[in-house]
Every structure is written in structure tokens, then in C-alpha cells.
């Protein structure tokens, strides 16, 4: 899990993210102010997770950006642990935070491997 770890430390400054594990998964948490589940596109292969948002800024019209430092798009690969299992994930996110929940494989001590006859 350490590259993970590694991963959200190389997040920009404005994104803010947590990683929890338990025994049966891992928890992502990202805020994303101002993303909604049709701005955010979440796409995971064997050992990496890809991340992709937008939001949207409204501004009331008597209002302009002095300053603008929040970015409008989040777009980062994440590696995942091992033995994370990303066919299974699931998200939801809710008032900007995403939440990605990311079972762990079942992992055995022992494995038997069947014998044929040639």
C-alpha cells in the first residue's frame, strides 16, 4: 500500500485525500468540491486506478475571481495495493466527497493445484 500512499502525497495541494484499510478493503476518500457522480469518471485495471473530475464554479454575477486557486479538473492515475480487487469497487459521492470502497482479494494460505493424467 506504501506506492498508494506515495500516490496521494503527489496530489496537488488542493486535493485532499484519505486511504483507510480494513481487513475486508480498502476506503478512498477524496474531496472534490463541486463534483457530482456525472463529472466524475473512475476507470481501475489490475494495479492501477484512474481518477477523473470536473466541477463547476458559479459565481453570483456581481462577483469576479480575484484569485483562482482551486483547479476545475482532477485527472490522476493512483497505484493499487496487491492485493486490492478493483472489479469489485464501488463509489458514491455526496456533497464533493468520493467515497471508493475496494475489496481485498481472498487470499488462501494454500492453493491445490489439480493433477491430470497426461
Do not use: C, H, W
Amino acid at each position: 500500500m506504501s506506492a498508494l500512499r506515495d500516490a496521494l502525497r503527489d496530489l496537488p495541494e488542493a486535493v485532499f485525500a484519505d486511504i483507510l484499510e480494513s481487513e475486508e478493503g480498502y476506503l478512498l476518500v477524496i474531496d472534490l468540491p463541486g463534483a457530482t457522480a456525472e463529472t466524475i469518471d473512475i476507470s481501475a485495471e489490475r494495479n492501477k486506478l484512474r481518477v477523473e473530475a470536473r466541477r463547476s464554479k458559479d459565481v453570483a454575477r456581481e462577483f469576479r475571481f480575484l484569485s483562482e486557486e482551486r483547479s476545475l479538473f482532477l485527472d490522476v492515475d493512483l497505484p493499487l495495493p496487491p492485493d486490492a480487487d478493483p472489479s469489485e469497487a464501488e463509489a458514491t459521492v455526496e456533497r464533493g466527497v468520493l467515497e471508493l470502497t475496494i475489496p481485498k482479494q481472498a487470499v488462501t494460505d494454500k492453493t491445490r493445484v489439480p493433477v491430470d493424467e497426461a
